[in-house]
């Protein structure tokens, strides 16, 4: 009888849709399991305060945000926090208040729990153009904006085999039939609970684009960045060579 061997696992705290599915998309290759802990509309503050909470486990624990946080006051990592991060480093509390936060990273020298992950350019399209062949200096100068429009451009002329057409046209269909209900709803305002069964619509419309976002995404992954590619850059982009040590590749 074969014998079932134990999977390593990983939690990664991240920000984003798309991280999470570049993510899952890793995991496809791998025979590590990923357990995901997802932080969409935080900031790096309480992706880091996560990742502190959770490195007392004892398997390795990634945190993984955008680099642009730096330049946003509301989005930075606080003082406490840094402190916090430090002391699971086993590092001097002040150690990393003035450090750039894609340098962090550099002053964990053991490998300690959380390790940071910084997506940079500014934010995740800048680390993918990087690994499309992108030159690092050409993006720096860039708004996050621009590098986002940079990879739309990119995604908008992915080819869609036949099952992610038909994917996306049935989250279509169900996403016009929750349009057509909202618009009933309307018409009869009074109805018990009429907001929040309207929130409710709109909050499946959004899961369903999310969906069909990601169908675009995943086959951009699979046509431009499949394993073999993205292993060829893993010198040139550090930030992904520990995500492919993660997951065992």
């Known amino acids: 009888m074969a014998v079932k061997t134990k999977r390593n696992s990983i939690y ?3 920000e984003g849709y798309r991280e999470g599915y570049f993510l899952e998309y890793l995991e496809k290759y791998s025979n590590v399991r990923l357990n995901q802990v997802p932080c969409n509309g935080g900031n790096s503050n309480s992706i880091v305060i996560n990742g502190i909470k959770h490195s007392e486990r004892d398997i390795k624990v990634y945190v993984l945000f955008d680099e642009d946080f730096e330049s946003k006051p509301e989005h930075k990592i606080l003082d406490d926090t ?7 480093w086993k590092l001097d509390k002040d150690a990393l208040k003035r ?3 894609n340098q962090l ?3 964990n020298h053991n490998m300690r729990n959380p390790i940071l992950i910084i997506s940079n350019p500014q934010s995740l399209e800048g680390l993918l153009l990087r690994l499309l062949g992108y030159q690092k200096e050409r993006l720096e100068g860039k708004s996050t904006k621009q590098i ?10 992915v080819k869609l085999n036949n099952e992610d057409i038909q994917n996306i046209e049935s989250y279509d269909k169900k996403i016009a039939l929750y349009k057509e209900e909202i618009d009933r709803q309307k018409q009869k305002q009074d109805t018990p609970n009429f907001k929040e069964h309207c929130c409710f619509l709109k909050s499946r419309i959004r899961d369903y684009e999310r969906r069909k976002n990601k169908v675009v995404f995943i086959r951009f992954l699979f046509d431009k960045l499949p394993l073999p590619v993205i292993i060829t850059k893993r010198n040139e982009v550090p930030e992904v060579d520990t995500l492919l040590n993660a997951f065992g590749l």
């Open 12 to 14: 990664i705290i991240y």
């Open 105 to 107: 990273q550099t002053e």
């Open 148 to 157: 986002k429009q940079m990879l739309e451009g990119i995604l908008g002329n």
């Open 82 to 88: 840094l402190e916090g991060l430090a002391k699971k």
């Open 99 to 101: 450090c750039p936060y």
